[in-house]
T-cell receptor
Framework: GQQLNQSPQSMFIQEGEDVSMNCTSS?????WLWYKQDPGEGPVLLIA?????ELTSNGRLTAQFGITRKDSFLNISASIPSDVGIYFC?????????FGAGTTVTVRA | ETGVTQSPTHLIKTRGQQVTLRCSSQ?????VSWYQQALGQGPQFIFQ???????GRGNFPPRFSGLQFPNYSSELNVNALELDDSALYLC??????????????FGPGTRLLVL
């Protein structure tokens, strides 16, 4: 199946810091999505990207759809404690989402 | 709140048993996809239903089957349960977009434990 490489695997950040994570793939995708998942819950959509080169913001979150359509990044600015969780990238092609392995974010107060 | 609901929230079964999980899609969505998420991993695609037909399938054996009803709700059935089927089962609803673009919204999941 399609493999998405998501990095870093985990990160500890100080409250107020900016954080960045990214996702790369050997396959081209027409949609890139970023989700956040809390323990025991389903993934919640943060940002959806539909066009190569597109840069989209949602509050303190900013994500970009790479020009090659094989990568995407997510930035979180001015981290707060509720940013704790697991962030997943996902690419959509042919009726299915392919997910990265997730980035676990822990915020130090 | 995505408007996608799943039941039950938790379930314990023993090896060899059968299980049925249910999903109601978000209002206005006609497509339901099912994913399996093992602990510490990203979700893996099982299959998708569109207008009551299976629209695509991932690398899962035939003992994983599904249904979609006229109101777009869906069921996932798993026969002959194995220990490795223990996972969080996620349902996502969507409406197919043009140019192979689609945004899927997830429910809270059903946690299945097979003993």
């Amino acid at each position: 199946g399609q493999q998405l490489n998501q990095s870093p695997q985990s990160m500890f950040i100080q409250e107020g810091e900016d954080v960045s994570m990214n996702c790369t793939s050997s396959s081209i995708f027409n949609t890139w999505l970023w989700y956040k998942q809390d323990p025991g819950e389903g993934p919640v959509l943060l940002i959806a990207l539909y066009k190569a080169g597109e840069l989209t913001s949602n509050g303190r979150l900013t994500a970009q759809f790479g020009i090659t359509r094989k990568d995407s990044f997510l930035n979180i600015s001015a981290s707060i404690p509720s940013d704790v969780g697991i962030y997943f990238c996902a690419g959509f092609n042919d009726y299915k989402l392919s997910f990265g392995a997730g980035t676990t974010v822990t915020v130090r107060a | 709140e995505t408007g996608v609901t799943q039941s039950p929230t938790h379930l314990i079964k023993t090896r060899g048993q059968q299980v049925t999980l249910r999903c109601s899609s978000q209002s206005g969505h006609n497509t339901v996809s099912w994913y399996q998420q093992a602990l510490g991993q990203g979700p893996q695609f099982i299959f998708q239903y569109y207008r009551e037909e299976e629209n695509g399938r991932g690398n899962f054996p035939p003992r994983f089957s599904g249904l979609q009803f006229p109101n777009y709700s869906s069921e996932l059935n798993v026969n002959a349960l194995e220990l490795d089927d223990s996972a969080l089962y996620l349902c996502a609803s969507s409406t197919p977009g043009g140019l192979n673009q689609e945004t899927q919204y997830f429910g809270p999941g059903t946690r299945l434990l097979v003993l």
